[in-house]
C-alpha cells in the first residue's frame, strides 16, 4: 500500500497543549483528556510511562551511565532480543542517521526512516499482507517492520526467521531510541557492527522487551462495541491495528484527525501509520470510539 505524504508535525500542532501522558491517555493544560490512538506509532504500545521501564532507567541513569560506555547492559541487550526473535542476527544502532548509513553501506534502501514513516520503504503488517507470503524473490530482498501481536506463536510474538532484514518497533515509548535490526545470519556480515549505545537507555530497553513477553493479553483487548462498528464502516483490522483500505489524500486525512481530535481521541498524525486500540476503554470511551469507527 503506497502512502501519501502528510506533514505529520502540523497536524500535532493542532492538538492541544499536554501536560501529562499516562498509559494510552494524555491529559491537557486545561484538563481534557484524550486516548491516545498513535501511541508514537507503537512505541507507547505498553502505555506512556511503564512503571518498571521508568524504574531500570533510573536505576542505571542514577549511576551516571548516560553516556555510550562499553557495559554489560549490551550483552543483556541482545540476550533480551534472542528471547523475543529466536534464531535472529541483531544490530542496534544509536539513532536513525547510524541505522540509514548501515542500510546504505548494506546496499538496502534507506529511504526516509522513522517508526512508522511517510513514505516507508518498509514492508508494514499493519498495511500489507504479511511479508512470509510474498514470492520467494521479493522476500530475499525485503525490508519489513516487526509489529508486536501480528503473528501467531507460542506468545502471540513470533517474528519471520525467512525476511532478510527486519526492523522491529519495540515499547520504548521515547523519541531517539535505539534503532534494532534482525537480520538472517547469511546477512549480518554485510552490515557495520553496532553503535555502543547508553546502558540507562539499554536497561528500559530490555526491560520494556521483557515487559511485552509478560503482556500477551495486550494483543487481544475487549471490546465488543468496538468489534461491532468495525463489521459494519470501513476501518480494516489487523490485531490490534487499524487501518484505512485506501490512503486518504492529507487534506481528507486531516479533517478526520480534527474529527477524531474534536472527540477526544489522537489519531496517528500521518494516514502512513495504524491507529492502534489502547489497552484499555473506559465503556464510554469504548461507545465514542465505535460511533467514529
Avoid at 526516509?112 to 498495511?127: E, H, I, Q, R, V
Avoid at 530475499?140 to 517474528?159: H, N, Y
Avoid at 518497533?169 to 549505545?197: T, Y
Wanted: hydrophobic letters at 40%; aromatic letters at 10%; proline letters at 13%.
Amino acid at each position: 500500500m503506497e502512502q501519501p505524504a502528510t506533514d505529520s508535525g502540523n497536524l500535532l500542532r493542532q492538538m492541544p497543549m499536554i501536560r501529562r501522558a499516562r498509559d494510552f491517555r494524555l491529559y491537557t493544560i486545561r484538563g481534557r483528556r484524550l486516548v491516545d490512538l498513535w501511541q508514537l506509532g507503537g512505541a507507547a504500545l505498553l502505555g506512556h510511562n511503564p512503571p518498571k521501564v521508568l524504574r531500570d532507567f533510573k536505576n542505571t541513569a542514577e549511576r551516571g551511565l548516560f553516556a555510550p560506555f562499553p557495559h554489560p547492559m549490551e550483552g543483556r541487550f541482545f540476550k533480551a532480543l534472542a528471547r523475543l526473535f529466536p534464531g535472529g542476527d541483531f544490530r542496534v544502532y544509536a539513532d536513525e542517521f547510524s541505522l540509514r548509513r548501515a542500510l546504505d553501506r548494506s546496499g538496502g534502501d534507506a529511504g526516509t526512516l522513522g517508526t512508522a514513516p511517510d513514505g516507508c520503504p518498509w514492508t508494514d503488517p499493519a498495511f500489507s499482507p504479511d511479508p512470509t507470503a510474498l514470492p520467494a524473490g521479493a522476500r530475499s530482498s525485503a525490508l519489513a517492520l516487526w509489529r508486536p501481536f501480528l503473528k501467531t506463536g507460542e506468545e502471540g510474538l513470533a517474528f519471520s526467521p525467512d525476511i532478510p532484514v527486519q526492523r522491529p518497533v519495540l515499547p520504548l515509548p521515547w523519541p531517539g531510541s535505539p534503532q534494532v535490526l534482525i537480520l538472517e545470519k547469511d546477512r549480518s556480515p554485510g552490515f557495520p557492527p553496532s553503535d555502543p549505545v547508553s546502558p540507562a537507555i539499554l536497561a528500559a530497553a530490555i526491560r520494556g522487551i521483557y515487559d511485552l513477553l509478560a503482556a500477551p493479553e495486550r494483543g487481544s483487548p475487549r471490546f465488543p462495541k468496538i468489534e461491532k462498528a468495525l463489521k459494519k464502516g470501513s476501518w480494516r483490522r489487523r490485531g490490534i491495528y487499524l487501518t484505512l483500505p485506501e490512503a486518504p489524500d492529507a487534506a481528507s486525512y486531516a479533517e478526520l484527525f480534527r474529527d477524531f481530535l474534536d472527540r477526544g481521541f489522537l489519531l496517528p498524525p500521518s494516514p502512513a501509520q495504524p491507529l492502534i486500540l489502547p489497552g484499555i476503554l473506559s465503556p464510554g470511551e469504548e461507545a465514542a470510539l465505535a460511533e467514529l469507527l
